[in-house]
């Protein structure tokens, strides 16, 4: 098995590591962190695909530098859905969700603040990779919670059988890799 998996987005060539999950499978690991030309450049083509919308919500914490660099770049709102309840939430609404990169099942929190905000709104939900599915239904569930109404559910890669999707909005696939 090769050590890196070759990446194209955006006009841009990333080498990802190839890491493990179990016996059976692994992923290229895809981490946007401190990669400012990356997350302009996938920032700036995602907006090109999304519909109208009025907020962006995205899920701590590997889609903060997307989310916010797609509010920088339109000039709208992103709200962050917490892992945890911070002292500043008064009244915090939650969603359980398990992920494929988490080994235990983790909940999604909005202050009701943030929640109050999403109501009557067009929520387009951003994040770096959807995969599974679970952590973008844990957010619809806080966008329905709160009154919101999803219009788009955006990531710069599909992994997997995610990148079947027709509901999904991406640049490129992202494949699970069988270990021999």
């Known amino acids: 098995?090769?050590?890196?998996?070759?990446?194209?987005?955006?006009g841009l060539t990333r080498q990802l590591p190839i890491c493990k999950l179990n016996d059976e499978l692994s992923i290229a690991g895809f981490v946007m962190f401190s990669d400012v030309e990356?997350?302009?450049?996938?920032?700036?083509?995602l907006l090109k695909k999304l519909p109208e919308y009025d907020v962006i919500l995205t899920a701590e914490s590997k889609g903060i530098p997307l989310a916010y660099e797609m509010s920088r770049q339109c000039g709208k709102k992103y709200i962050l859905a917490r892992k945890s309840i911070k002292l500043y939430m008064k009244k915090p609404v939650g969603v359980e969700v398990k992920s494929i990169t988490t080994a235990k099942t983790q909940t999604l929190y909005l202050d009701e603040t943030d929640k109050e905000f999403l109501k009557g709104k067009k929520v387009a939900i951003v994040d770096d990779v959807i995969s599974t599915g679970e952590s973008l239904n844990a957010m619809i569930g806080l966008v329905e919670a709160?009154?919101?109404?999803?219009v788009a559910k955006a990531a710069v890669l599909a992994e997997g059988d995610a990148s079947d999707r027709e509901?999904?909005?991406?640049?490129?696939?992202?494949p699970l890799i069988k270990n021999n």
Do not use: P
Not at 38 to 45: H, R, S
Not at 146 to 150: A, D, E, L, T
């Open 1 to 10: 098995m090769k050590d890196f998996y070759t990446l194209n987005v955006a």
């Open 38 to 45: 990356l997350t302009i450049k996938t920032a700036e083509e």
């Open 146 to 150: 709160s009154g919101g109404i999803v």
């Open 167 to 174: 509901d999904i909005i991406y640049l490129e696939k992202l």
